[in-house]
């Protein structure tokens, strides 16, 4: 080996380290402003649950995340609290999914609730009315077929086929990351017929539609009763939230991240179970004031 080629191999080493070094100052960094940010939470006794909209995201932010969306686990103090949250606010709380209302239903089974779900391809109203797709645009078959293809590099990628869009899930497989976000984009960069865009989440990556998003959904909740008229309050953690962030200054509205600090927002929770605790007061105090 030649003194260059070891002086070269010794620099990448240190640029390495050094950038190692720099990620987890960021992480750091980030997590430190996020704890911060926690200061600002509104006090649950400053909720009133008749003039909020409760708006919230499900996995990562009511629920840890986990291995695969079907390993998630809802508490049974959350089962408890959203009924009674429903209640109070005379159902003005809704889930903000990425997931399917079908899936939320059975998730949450025997709740049923106000939704947008498939990021914003679905609305449902009011637990028992129907459910309303705003925007039947889907995927096409021939993309979906590239996609379920790309998984097979690894049996631990898991397709999520959902009805208007569909997602690979690598948190099993993180060494894949870099090479899955590559060839996704290189899929859909083949085709530019195909009106859809790239959602980055969590060990995720899903294609869906442009035509929709949990943003343009949640405008269409807030002109509906039991949600118009009021000050509505989100809670997300990801990068899939950051459309409704970006809308909730047209209703005068709050936003408020999970674990990380996001531009904009007016706090954020340190993890789901300070979501959980935080929402667990909410509904004490305000059935109180009842």
């Keep these: 080996m030649s003194s260059f080629q070891t002086r070269d191999n010794t620099t990448s080493g240190i640029e390495q380290g050094r950038g190692q070094q720099r990620a987890r100052e960021q992480t750091m960094q980030m997590s430190t402003q996020a704890h911060r940010q926690s200061g600002a939470l509104p006090s649950p006794e400053a909720i009133d649950m008749k003039r909020t909209t409760l708006l919230l995201d499900v996995d990562g932010t009511l629920l840890d995340i986990a291995a695969t969306p079907g390993c998630v686990v809802v508490p049974e103090d959350l089962r408890r609290i959203l009924p009674r949250l429903l209640e109070l606010s005379g159902g003005a709380v809704a889930f903000v999914s990425g997931r399917t209302i079908e899936s939320l239903d059975r998730l949450f089974t025997p709740l049923t609730a106000p939704a947008v779900g498939g990021h914003g391809a679905e609305i449902r109203i009011s637990p028992q009315g129907p459910k309303l797709q705003w ?41 894949q990351e870099a090479f899955l976000k590559k060839e996704v984009a290189a899929i859909l960069s083949r085709d530019p017929s195909e009106e859809v865009e790239i959602l980055l989440g969590k060990e995720v990556i899903e294609v869906k539609p442009k035509r929709f998003s949990k943003g343009s959904a949640v405008t269409e909740l807030m002109t509906h009763r039991p949600f118009a008229n009021r000050t509505p ?34 706090g954020a929770f340190r993890s789901p179970e300070h979501v959980r605790s935080w929402l667990a007061r909410v509904a004490l105090n305000s059935g109180r004031a009842a």
Excluded: C, N, W
Excluded at 248 to 253: D, S, T, V
């Design 135 to 175: 925007h039947p645009a889907a995927v096409s078959e021939a993309l979906r077929r590239q996609l379920h293809l790309l998984a097979r590099i690894d049996p631990h990628v898991l397709v999520e086929d959902k009805p208007l869009s569909i997602a690979l899930h690598y948190r099993l497989a993180i060494q």
């Design 233 to 266: 309050l989100f809670i997300g953690d990801d990068t899939t939230d950051e459309s409704v962030f970006a809308i909730l200054p047209e209703f005068a509205g709050l936003g408020y991240s999970v674990g990380r600090a996001v531009a904009g927002v007016q």
